[in-house]
C-alpha cells in the first residue's frame, strides 16, 4: 500500500492543478476595468505636392518635415511611380538629429545607382 501512495500523490496534485486552470480565465474574466491603452500619434503624411514630386520612378527623396510639437519627421526613399511614394518615415526626432540623418541620406544619394535623379527638402525650408 505504501508504494501507490507516490502515485495517488501525483493524481491529487495533477486533479487540483487542473481546478486552478480552469478557474483562472473565469477570474480574469470577472474583471470590470481593464487598463487604458495608451493613445497613440497619428503618423505623419506628406504633403500632395512633395509625394507627387518624389513619386517619379528612380527619383531619390528626403524631405524633413517640423512638426507642431517642435520634433521633425525624415521621409526618404526611392520613388517607384507610387503616390504617395513608399520609403522610411522617422517621427519625433529633435532639429539635431533630423538634420544629421538627412545629412546622412543626402552622401547616400550620391553613390546609390538607384539614384537618376533626386529630391530633397531641408528642415529649414519645409
Known amino acids: 500500500m505504501i ?3 507516490p502515485v495517488v500523490a501525483m493524481v491529487f496534485a495533477a486533479m487540483s492543478l487542473s ?6 480565465p473565469q ?12 493613445q497613440q500619434k ?10 507627387a ?4 520612378a528612380g527619383t531619390c527623396y528626403a ?21 504617395p511614394p513608399v520609403g522610411q518615415v522617422k517621427t519625433d526626432l529633435s532639429p539635431a538629429r533630423a538634420d544629421a540623418a538627412y545629412a546622412k541620406e543626402l552622401e547616400i544619394m550620391k553613390i546609390n ?3 537618376l ?10
Not at 42 to 50: E, L, R, S, T, Y
Open 3 to 5: 508504494p501507490h501512495f
Open 19 to 24: 481546478a486552478c486552470t480552469l478557474e483562472m
Open 27 to 38: 477570474a480574469l474574466q470577472s474583471h470590470p476595468q481593464t487598463p487604458a491603452q495608451p
Open 42 to 51: 497619428p503618423q505623419p503624411v506628406m504633403p500632395d505636392a512633395i509625394a
Open 53 to 56: 514630386s518624389a513619386a517619379k
Open 63 to 83: 524631405y524633413v518635415q517640423t512638426e507642431a510639437d517642435g520634433s521633425a519627421t525624415l521621409f526618404t526613399g526611392v520613388g517607384a511611380g507610387s503616390v
Open 113 to 115: 545607382p538607384e539614384c
Open 117 to 126: 535623379s533626386t529630391y530633397t527638402v531641408p528642415r529649414q525650408h519645409a
